[in-house]
């Protein structure tokens, strides 16, 4: 009759009353999920964890054993058990899709609230307000960071440093006003000189300069390549305002 022979593994991580490593909650999580009984030892104090490193000559914690063999860090896990470690400095189109998707859903949710139905011409004019308010947030959040990153590439700000400063804040009021319909006579002008000048910056710096610049359209820690996604913002903030000067005299409002 054949026995079965559990799994087990050795954990090391920090656990003290000022930190408890995240990593090695997920280091245990993983080795779990794997089916391996996990030897949880706590280094709970800083002599601990000092002589440990020092004693398995490592710099971090956690780390794990398994069959006696030191397999590392939860990254070095993550590897042993086939699986591929996020580089975190690699280029994403990630932020910028959650973002929009995000805009989206609230559109659709704002029309259903207040028509009951789903598609509607105003929900693609409330989908691009509110994207804008969204990506003005990003840029909000580190106003120097998205500055630093918009001077690499924006014409306008590279001889106005100051209009760097003061793009997420004109996004931002644009978005607003646009979303509410309200003063027009503002948000139009707006959304249509920096969304010109913003699409023009980018088309030149990537399709004539051919530069590789990273996008400041989700703020300052951007990994979004700049182009396609910068350049779609831009231009999404120039049709908003064309369409918002025409459609009083297509709709007849």
Avoid at 75 to 91: N, R, S, Y
Avoid at 175 to 182: E, K
Wanted: glycine share 6%; charged share 20%; net charge neutral.
């Amino acid at each position: 009759m054949a026995t079965h022979t559990a799994k087990r593994a050795k954990l090391y991580r920090m656990v003290t009353a000022e930190h408890i490593c995240p990593f090695g909650l997920k280091a245990r999580a993983l080795l779990k999920r794997k089916g391996y009984e996990v030897e949880d030892h706590w280094l709970e104090n800083r002599e601990e964890i000092d002589a440990f490193k020092a004693q398995h000559h490592v710099r971090t914690t956690p780390q794990t054993f398994i069959d006696a063999k030191q397999i590392g860090g939860y990254d070095e896990l993550v590897e042993h058990f086939g699986g591929t470690v996020k580089d975190k400095d690699a280029v994403s189109y990630t932020p910028v899709i959650a973002l929009l998707m995000m805009a989206a859903l609230m559109a659709l949710a704002v029309s259903w609230a207040t028509f009951e139905q789903i598609v509607r011409l105003q929900t693609l004019e409330w989908f691009i307000a509110i994207a804008m308010c969204l990506l003005a947030v990003q840029k909000l959040k580190d106003v120097d960071g998205f500055a630093t990153m918009f001077l690499n590439y924006d014409l306008l700000a590279q001889r106005w440093v100051r209009y760097a400063y003061l793009y997420p804040f004109g996004e931002a009021l644009a978005g607003v006003l646009m979303l509410a319909g309200a003063m027009l006579w503002l948000s139009v002008p707006i959304a249509l000189v920096i969304g010109s000048i913003g699409a023009w910056s980018v088309f030149k710096a990537v399709y004539i300069d051919k530069r590789e610049l990273k996008c400041a359209c989700v703020g300052g820690d951007s990994k979004v390549p700049l182009g396609f996604v910068s350049l779609t913002e831009n231009l999404m903030m120039v049709a908003m305002a064309v369409w918002m000067m025409i459609k009083p005299f297509l709709l007849g409002a």
